[in-house]
């Protein structure tokens, strides 16, 4: 007997073994996938990972349906890889499974349902629902339940569907579908009959009279005499100025012939620079010195200031690797910096640079796995946000984490809530790869891994060409509305500063972290505000489209015209976002074109690049924006940078907070001044003394790193501790606050380490389910592996209680 060892993309943390034949058995390798059956009646996509013959005790083995492919599209590396998240981050092979691999790849059944054959229905007694489907049934054979869905237009049809079945007329199969389609473009050629001399002027003497086919037969001749290679309907129909119908009638009369031809979705066309890059001798001596580092240390720190010219450097050791027919990863946090990099990196690399991300549709995302897969010269280099960790590399050697103290990096819901930058690190390992982290404000973790001598560390202290750090200056909010100094959230030196640089034809961007035109509308009768209905926030006022927005769930609703508690119709707004700033810089600045760069304008899949390349291009003047902006964008003509509100970010209830508000305000003051002349910042906030903001306005990382780090130590958290977070979620506020109770005492009896909780977040309902936490802290001296362990088998024995097994847990290891 031979059977296969397989992973479910389900919330499952075990592998399950299925049957084959001995041919099959000898046939597949691991790596390759199976559509198994699974539960009563479902077919899921499994991935193989072993093969053996030893028989399962506690089930019989079903067989499998069918064997997808003919050789593996999965790695060793990323099997041992996905393995160790699922182990590290605690949680199922599944879910890391699952968010691995492009969903195009992982076909799950979907019911099929079909009319019985060979059966006489009496049509008179079908009610009118079960008509509609007997009647979509005549003209094509099978249905979806989505298609049923459309047809009879509600959600809920399965009890039409099985009142049909029940009559004995339709019956259900599960059918599995390919989702991948490649991309076919159209191409047009002459037809043989037209090929001779004679042949053509016979044609152009038929088509006289018709003058619009005749321009695109001679365009065709036209473009076929200067390119000689095959010619799409679509460059034709360009150069002609005309439109495809015409096309379509000239294949109609059999002048044109089309054809088909396969082409990747991703088209990189363009010429790689022949000029080899130069370094400036600040470059060159961090570049060497991580060459050195390098041969010691398997991960390496570059803490170079904002605009010092990291990305030069990573170009200068892409090129070494590429060299030798390597291949790297290049991660961001941001897909809008992914934009701007993609046509740098592109300028010097041609076509060896491949893209991986979310905007990019399924098929796009399977192109690029295939040509990783195959180590193919047009992916010898994935540039992509966190999930590009997930490619079948088999050839790895360098790895880039740019902005490697981004928040963004760390996944947090669904599973696997793992961090890029540490499995990146893991994944390099594995490949024998090395590591380098850049940032200009580099997280406490790391800055502490390198102090202690586990990770090398290059720093470069000057920025590119000499130019100067920008010039901070801090506006007193209290102060300046004290002496009517401002105008809407706008100080009179902040719009001095804009006045300034727009005289002077130079860009400014501003920074508010958040979106939408207000974050409270409130009665000022009665102080009613109005909340979401399923989450505990207010409402956010969005005044383009005059709702009140929840960015937790996405309930809406129209804008209030009286307040719905006193009906009242005295209603302010309180607070500002992105939105309104766009507003106030409308009035007072109206002949300045502006610009808004946040969730809400950049949904589109080319969002980010529409507003990235117009700003470059100097379409727009003043750019307001969310910490989309705050991270490595560089744009030559910023002169001026204006943080609205600092203090937003200080006041957070977080152990990083202030960490955080350090490198969101350096980050976003490295935009400004990238080229000769200095640039300057402009802070905004009420307490200018903060220690924070004075580290900010003198560029003191290491007081910043030093101060935190006495914090850390203290009150137990990283780098000292690992932290590991416990959310517990129910709709019944009394059964989790008992359930968490529970799970609590067990912890702090069992564990001899420091359980807090169970807490209620600042956010305590969320999608109308109650939230609680509870935080282990394990310190870095103490095993990790053994503590996961008891925590888990705590897990499983709260799931085996009959009352608490409602309540859903999520683990969020290393949280931050």
């Known amino acids: 007997m031979y059977f296969v060892e397989v992973i479910l993309p389900l919330s499952l943390a075990k592998t399950f073994t299925y049957k084959v034949s001995e041919a099959e058995f000898h046939f597949v390798k691991n790596g390759m996938r199976v559509v198994v059956p699974f539960g009563k009646s479902k ?42 998240i699922a182990s590290y981050y605690m949680c199922a092979i599944g879910d890391v499974y699952r968010g691995a691999m492009p969903s195009a790849l992982l076909l799950e059944s979907e019911t099929i349902i079909s009319q019985k054959q060979s059966v006489v229905i009496d049509e008179s007694l079908l009610s009118d629902e ?82 619009k086919q005749r321009e695109i037969v001679l365009t065709y001749f036209h473009l076929n005499a200067a390119e000689k290679k095959p010619i799409s309907v679509k460059q034709l129909v360009e150069a002609a100025n005309s439109t495809s119908s015409i096309v379509k009638a000239l294949i109609e009369k059999e002048i044109l012939e089309e054809y088909f031809i396969q082409e990747d979705r991703i088209n990189f066309s363009g010429n790689a620079q022949e000029a080899a890059l130069q370094l400036s001798v600040a470059q060159q001596q961090a570049y060497d010195q991580i060459n050195e580092r390098f041969e010691s240390k398997e991960v390496c720190l570059l803490h170079g200031v904002t605009s010092s010219g990291k990305t030069e450097i990573y170009i200068k050791l892409i090129e070494e690797q590429i060299a030798t027919g390597k291949q790297v990863v290049y991660l961001l946090p941001e897909i809008a910096l992914t934009t701007q990099l993609v046509s740098r990196l592109r300028a010097y690399f041609g076509d060896k640079v491949g893209v991986y991300h979310s905007k990019y549709s399924n098929n796009e995302r399977i192109e690029l796995w295939k040509q990783v897969l195959e180590q193919s010269p047009k992916a010898q280099i994935v540039i992509g946000a966190r999930s590009a960790l997930f490619l079948p590399f088999s050839n790895l050697s360098l790895v880039i984490v740019d902005e490697e103290h981004e928040q963004t990096f760390k996944q947090v819901d669904p599973a696997p809530r793992y961090h890029a930058r540490d499995a990146a690190i893991v994944l390099a390992n594995m490949h024998k790869a090395k590591v380098l982290l850049g940032s200009a404000t580099p997280s406490i973790e790391s800055y502490f891994n390198a102090q202690s001598d586990k990770y090398g560390l290059v720093e470069i202290t000057e920025r590119y060409g000499n130019v100067q750090l920008p010039e901070i200056e801090l506006v007193d909010l209290k102060d300046s509305y004290f002496r009517k100094k401002m105008t809407g959230h706008f100080s009179d030196s902040l719009i001095e500063a804009i006045t ?73 707004t309180k607070g500002f976002g992105t939105e309104q700033i766009e507003q106030e810089l409308l009035t007072i600045f109206p002949n300045a074109k502006i610009g808004r760069m946040d969730q809400d304008t950049t949904r589109a899949k080319f969002g980010f690049e529409k507003i990235i390349d117009s700003f470059k291009n100097q379409e727009i003047e003043i750019l307001v924006g969310t910490q989309m902006l705050a991270k490595g964008l560089d744009f030559n003509n910023v002169s001026l940078v204006g943080i609205m509100n600092a203090d937003t970010m200080l006041y957070h ?164």
């Not at 899921?44 to 399962?56: C, G, R, S, V, W």
């Not at 990790?784 to 097994?805: C, D, H, W």
Request: hydrophobic share 35%; charged share 20%; net charge positive.
């Open 500 to 572: 300034t640089a727009l005289s002077l034809g130079e860009q400014v961007i501003l920074f508010q972290n958040r979106r939408g035109y207000s974050p409270i509308m409130e009665c000022l009768s009665c102080g009613n505000v109005p909340q979401c209905q399923q989450c505990d926030v207010s409402l956010t006022y969005h005044k383009h489209k005059n709702q009140l927005r929840c960015h937790y769930c996405g309930y809406s609703m129209a804008k209030p015209t009286h307040c719905h508690s006193c009906s009242s119709i005295d209603l302010a």
């Open 43 to 84: 077919m899921y996509t499994a991935l193989i990972i072993d093969k053996h013959q030893n028989e399962p005790s506690l089930y019989e083995a079903k067989e499998i349906d069918q064997i997808l492919d003919e050789k593996p599209i999965v790695t060793e590396f990323q099997i041992a890889h996905w393995q160790w």
């Open 130 to 211: 079960e008509f509609l489907i007997y009647q979509a049934l005549q003209q094509q054979s099978s249905l979806r339940i989505q298609d049923i869905t459309a047809i009879l237009n509600k959600k809920n049809i399965f009890p039409v569907v099985q009142k049909l079945i029940n009559k004995n007329i339709l019956v259900l199969h599960e059918e599995v579908q390919e989702l991948y389609k490649p991309k076919l473009v159209r191409y047009v050629r002459l037809h043989s009959q037209y090929d001779s001399n004679s042949g053509l002027s016979e044609l152009l003497e038929t088509l006289k009279s018709a003058s």
């Open 653 to 816: 209830p977080d152990f990083r907070a202030f960490e955080r508000s350090f490198q969101m305000m350096t980050q976003v003051s490295g935009r400004s001044g990238r080229s000769e002349k200095r640039g300057k910042v402009v802070i905004q906030t009420y307490n200018p003394n903060h220690n924070t903001i004075q580290q900010v306005t003198n560029n003191d990382y290491i007081g910043m790193y030093k101060e935190q780090l006495y914090d850390r130590q203290i009150y137990k958290y990283p780098p000292y501790f690992r932290l590991v977070k416990l959310t517990l979620k129910h709709r019944d506020f009394d059964k989790l606050k008992e359930g968490a109770m529970w799970l609590y005492q067990v912890m702090s009896q069992n564990l001899a380490l420091p359980v807090l909780g169970p807490e209620e977040p600042p956010i305590s309902r969320i999608r109308n389910e109650y939230i609680r936490t509870i935080l282990i802290k394990i310190p870095q001296s103490s095993s990790m592996g053994s503590a996961k362990k008891t925590i888990q088998k705590m897990l499983n024995s709260f799931e085996a209680v009959p009352q608490y097994r409602a309540i859903k847990g999520a683990i969020n290891v290393d949280y931050y």
